[in-house]
């Protein structure tokens, strides 16, 4: 270190610490004298050099080891980078080329204190240098992605997301890049914190500076904050809401949670376009056919909502997908694995083929569910020959349902009975089937030969296996109280998005036109043509919103 460098750190350490002041006065700063505190530091953070924050303090301490991350977060982010930007030239100068950045290795120092301030940030602080924590992140993301270790950095970065917004219910692009993360970690459930927050709002243009300063667990705050302008999310385009929803639909795909994929799928489809269909819309529609299948049994026709030109489209491009759905509807096993076969090369560049297999086990699944609709009683052999349409079921109408005559006396193997006395188990112990399996030790009036197994339904739930057991209950119980927290919550947001949208420049302009359009029909007292009206107030907002960027994206 030089002797003026060194001179230098002595005189700005003791200016970087002033700020938050220790100890915390009484009473808090105010807002007025908080916004002018912070941007001094910053002000002066940005006019030092680079070096003299890396080349640390006198003795050859390192600034990272001084400051604290959690009360002087902005000293420390801008050392950090420093660090970061002094590799990335070492490595530059060292190997004779040029990157963009220096992307740590997982597990050393820097990427180690980079982790831990994304934990331990300041929120309050951090909105004023959004550019460097949104840097921050992506060089993380970026460094876990090339050393193929994705998931390391999905902890890091979804606590930085509900460090800055406890809500998350402004939708940023670190959220898309935290969901991409987390897809190709296959970190299905590290994605519930931030995917089960409702998303209400998209960062705005700032209409006061001074609000990025205001309390943190606000309901309702973070749009005050998270702005355009504040730079914590890159400018968000139409692509990036459909790939958000569309990664969440695919998280919860990898969770089997197949209504809440389906409506996060519905979103995407239902988008508003300017009739153009996007790659990520057929993308979309193709995963709704097959989610719509492992769901319900059948596919679900486009939401009324679905634009006209767009649905068409959707057909046009999905028409493999829609056949997998007429044969599925067929009950036809041996069928659909023929077309399923044949299509392999399709399923596996629409990287579908994980939930194509699923279809094979959910015909069986809706087929013995079906069952129950015609029967009281089976035998495992019996249900085995009407999935496999070899030897067909016929019942006896003048016995009340309650017999199956099997049409041929070919029986399926031991291991073929087992597997599906497993599957059906299984349906009944997650509440999917409504029955019980019983092994009758001796024939009861000739109806089952010893050594059978029957599956008996039932039209209410039995003691041996409950349709909803006590823990089920309990967790009920504690997901309904989560979700009641959640609405409150929501409310209060919603109610804040509403006076925020009455005291904007768009809804006054759409109030005096239609205030207007209501006066020009007449002295009759008619109202306000209210199509019109909406029209002229998707006018008004089209002035700012610059038209809508249609997605290109094919690989999701």
Known sequence: MSLLQRDKMETLLPQLLAFPPHPPPTPPLSD???????????????????????????????????????????????????????????????????????????????????????????????????????????????????????????????????????????????????????????????????????????????????????????????????????????????????????????????????????????????????????????EAYKKWILVSLLHTGRLLPLPRTTNNTVA?????????????????????????????????????????????????????????RNLENTYSTLSLEEVFHHLRRQNPITSDPTNNKNTAVAASSKKPDTGQLDALERDILDMISSGQLNATLSHPSSSTDGAAPPGTTLLHFSSTPTSAHPRAPSEAETALLREVEEQTSRTIALTKQFETAGRKLALSREYVNWMVKTKKAGGAGGAGGGGPNVSSAMGEMMDVLGEDMGGVEEDVMADY
Request: proline content about 6%; charged content about 20%; glycine content about 4%.
């Open 312 to 368: 068409k489209s959707l057909h046009a491009l999905s028409r493999p997908y829609e056949h997998i759905a007429d044969v599925f509807r067929s009950g036809d096993v041996d069928r659909l694995r023929r077309e399923i076969d044949a299509a392999q090369e399709i399923w596996s560049n629409d990287n579908n083929t994980g939930l194509i297999l699923q279809i094979y086990s959910a015909v069986d699944r809706f087929a013995i």
């Open 32 to 282: 007025a004298q908080y916004d002018p505190q912070i941007r001094s530091v910053i002000q002066l953070l940005n006019k030092t050099s680079a070096s003299v924050l890396v080349n640390g303090v006198k003795g050859g301490g390192d600034l990272l080891d001084i400051i604290n991350p959690s009360s002087h977060s902005i000293p420390y982010l801008y050392t950090l980078l420093a660090h970061l930007n002094a590799q990335k030239e070492r490595q530059n100068k060292g190997k004779g080329r040029t990157a963009d950045k220096f992307l740590p290795t997982p597990g050393n120092s820097l990427w180690t204190k980079s982790c831990q301030f994304l934990e331990q940030f300041d929120s309050r602080q951090i909105r004023y240098a959004g550019g460097e924590w949104r840097r921050l992140i992506e060089v993380l993301a970026e460094a876990a992605r090339a050393a193929d270790k994705p998931l390391l950095a999905v902890h890091p970065l979804r606590k930085a997301i509900l460090r800055l917004d406890p809500t998350s219910s402004v939708l940023t692009s670190n959220h898309v890049l935290f969901l991409r993360l987390c897809l190709e970690a296959k970190a299905y459930r590290a994605a519930l914190p931030i995917i089960q927050r409702p998303i209400i709002d998209f960062p705005q243009p700032a209409a006061n500076t001074s609000t990025l300063s205001s309390a943190p667990d606000q309901p309702g705050s973070s749009p005050s904050y998270i702005t355009i302008s504040s730079n914590l999310s890159a400018r968000l385009s139409h692509t990036d809401h459909l790939e958000y929803h569309l990664y969440a639909a695919m998280l919860y795909i990898g969770l089997k949670e197949w209504e809440l994929a389906l409506e996060l799928l519905q979103n995407v489809i239902t988008a508003p376009t300017q009739a153009t269909t996007s790659a990520i819309m057929v």
